[in-house]
């Protein structure tokens, strides 16, 4: 089990940034409201890390603009969105992802995933 | 889970991060883990394995944001002390050249003393026989000896320090940091979380 939570961690490593890039594209979102939305497209953040260094990382390269503002009868919160930078990012990310995807599929498409005996 | 806020306050004060923005950091913290806890949603689901290491989770979110303040130098004991550990060696490995060159040339004087202090010690006469050659050049054989043995001590603690120097000079210096660099870069840790 462990070893399944390392190698998703490791295959997401790559990608969760245009993951998050990905989900403001709904509007701009805080912490939690992102990991929310991932979670509504079937991706839960359980495993060894969290979406918080990897939005501290784009807010510092510039990819993500912040304002606080108030969020539904709680406290203000940072919301991230997408900037042009981060938004020629994710189409630049998207279509290497989906190359990397082809050429995998590629290789382990005709794999069976039937348990050996 | 506010002592979960309360660890990661701690561990930004450790690190020099600025109030404003360690308080920032710390009140969306809060709010998120209240929001997913009025959920229902563990804090597992928010942070990962970061929840059950505040510490590791906070100096992570710090440095992927690059609001740690670096360290002055003179405060970093990781600068400071391989610098002190360098100068106390080189010094000892130039003090070891200098005593192997001092006894291979044959220039200490306080080793003949100690091997001429038999000179004083007055055979005891032997009626049958004259005192031998042997015992009157007793003290010059010692000086005989000491000087075979001075030069070749001397010799090999000269070898000793200058091997050493090299050494130091290839894998410990300042000029090998190149060195140390590559056998460090086999084994950083990412640390916790995607960034």
Known sequence: MATTERRRTELLRGVLDLCLLAVMQDGPAYGYEMTKRLRARGLSIVGEGSIYPLLGRLERDGLVETHRAASNGGPPRKYYEAS???RRRLADGVSEWRAARDAVDGVLGPVETGVAS | MSEFVEECRREWKRLRVADSVANEMAADLAADL?????DGASPEQVLGSGAFDPRSFAASWAAAR???APPPASLDPRRRTPRLRGTIAVTALIATILVGLALFTGRSGSTQVAVAAPVNVQPVPVPQSP???????????????AGVLLPAFGLLI????????ILWVIYWSPW???????RRRSSIDDGPGYG
């Open chain 2, 34 to 38: 209240a929001e997913a806890e009025a």
């Open chain 1, 84 to 86: 042009a930078e981060g």
């Open chain 2, 66 to 68: 690059g609001v740690i």
């Open chain 2, 131 to 145: 005192p031998s050659a042997g015992f009157r050049h007793f003290p010059l054989a010692l000086n005989q000896h």
């Open chain 2, 176 to 182: 090998a940091e190149p060195i140390r660099a590559v």
């Open chain 2, 158 to 165: 000269l070898l000793v320090g200058v091997v050493g120097l």
